[in-house]
T-cell receptor, first 121, second 114 residues
Framework: GAVVSQHPSWVICKSGTSVKIECRSL??????MFWYRQFPKQSLMLMAT?????????EQGVEKDKFLINHASLTLSTLTVTSAHPEDSSFYIC?????????????????FGEGSRLTVL | LAKTTQPISMDSYEGQEVNITCSHN???????ITWYQQFPSQGPRFIIQ???TKVTNEVASLFIPADRKSSTLSLPRVSLSDTAVYYC???????????????FGTGTRLLVSP
C-alpha cells in the first residue's frame, strides 16, 4: 500500500525555537495533505489542509502564523512550529490522499504518516 | 461533516468477536463510513470503509443498516495485538476531488486480555 513518511519521528527543542516536520508521500502524488495534532489519551485534531501550490486552509482556532505549512511539491508538505513553547508539545501526524485515485469516485483511504513527537522544554 | 458517537472503551478476551457500534445520525447521502485503527505513538491505519449493507475484508466486517444512521465494526477472533483505539469516521466524497477531510471523534479504546 501507499506509504507516507514523516521526519523526524521525534524531536526535542528548547522553548522559543522553531521546528520543521516533513511529510512525504513515497510512492504516490498527493495534491492534498492534512496535518493533525494529538495530545496524550486524546483523539486526533485536524489542524489544517495543505494543498499543493496554494495556501493551507486552517481549522478554526489554529494559529496560521504559529503553524506554518508549506506544500511545495506533490510529494512533500512541511509543518513548521514557530517559537515553540511547552504547550506545543504533542504528537503531530500528517496524512495524504493519492491524487491518482481522486476524481474517479474512489473513496479510497487516507494514508497516515508514523507521526512526529515534539517535546518542547 | 456528520458527528459520530461511539463507546469510549470496550474490553474483550482473546478469541472473541468484538462489535463496536458507531452512531452517525446526521449522515448525508454522499457520506461514506470509514474505520481506522491506531496504536500508541503511531498514525492511524485504515481498516474498512462502506456505504451501505455489509462490507468484509481480510481483517474486519462492517455492517450498515438501511438508514445508515449507525454502523458496526466487527472484529472476528481478536488477539492481544488488536488492543488499540478504533475510530469511526464519516467522510464526504466529492466526485471531482475525492475525499473531503476526515474529522476524528473520540474513538473506542479496545483492550483485549488473555
Amino acid at each position: 500500500g501507499a506509504v507516507v513518511s514523516q521526519h523526524p519521528s521525534w524531536v526535542i527543542c528548547k522553548s522559543g525555537t522553531s521546528v520543521k516536520i516533513e511529510c512525504r508521500s513515497l510512492d504516490f502524488q498527493a495534491t492534498t495533505m492534512f496535518w493533525y495534532r494529538q495530545f496524550p489519551k486524546q483523539s486526533l485534531m485536524l489542524m489544517a489542509t495543505s494543498n499543493e501550490g496554494s495556501k493551507a486552509t486552517y481549522e478554526q482556532g489554529v494559529e496560521k502564523d504559529k503553524f506554518l505549512i508549506n506544500h511545495a511539491s506533490l510529494t512533500l508538505s512541511t509543518l513548521t512550529v514557530t517559537s515553540a513553547h511547552p504547550e506545543d508539545s504533542s504528537f503531530y501526524i500528517c496524512s495524504a490522499r493519492d491524487a491518482g485515485t481522486s476524481g474517479r469516485g474512489n473513496t479510497g483511504e487516507l494514508f497516515f504518516g508514523e507521526g512526529s513527537r515534539l517535546t518542547v522544554l | 461533516l456528520a458527528k459520530t458517537t461511539q463507546p469510549i472503551s470496550m474490553d474483550s478476551y482473546e478469541g472473541q468477536e468484538v462489535n463496536i457500534t458507531c452512531s452517525h445520525n446526521n449522515i448525508a447521502t454522499n457520506d461514506y463510513i470509514t474505520w481506522y485503527q491506531q496504536f500508541p505513538s503511531q498514525g492511524p491505519r485504515f481498516i474498512i470503509q462502506g456505504y451501505k449493507t455489509k462490507v468484509t475484508n481480510e481483517v474486519a466486517s462492517l455492517f450498515i443498516p438501511a438508514d445508515r444512521k449507525s454502523s458496526t465494526l466487527s472484529l472476528p477472533r481478536v488477539s492481544l495485538s488488536d488492543t488499540a483505539v478504533y475510530y469511526c469516521l464519516v467522510a464526504r466524497v466529492l466526485m471531482n476531488t475525492g475525499f473531503q477531510k476526515l474529522v476524528f471523534g473520540t474513538g473506542t479504546r479496545l483492550l483485549v486480555s488473555p
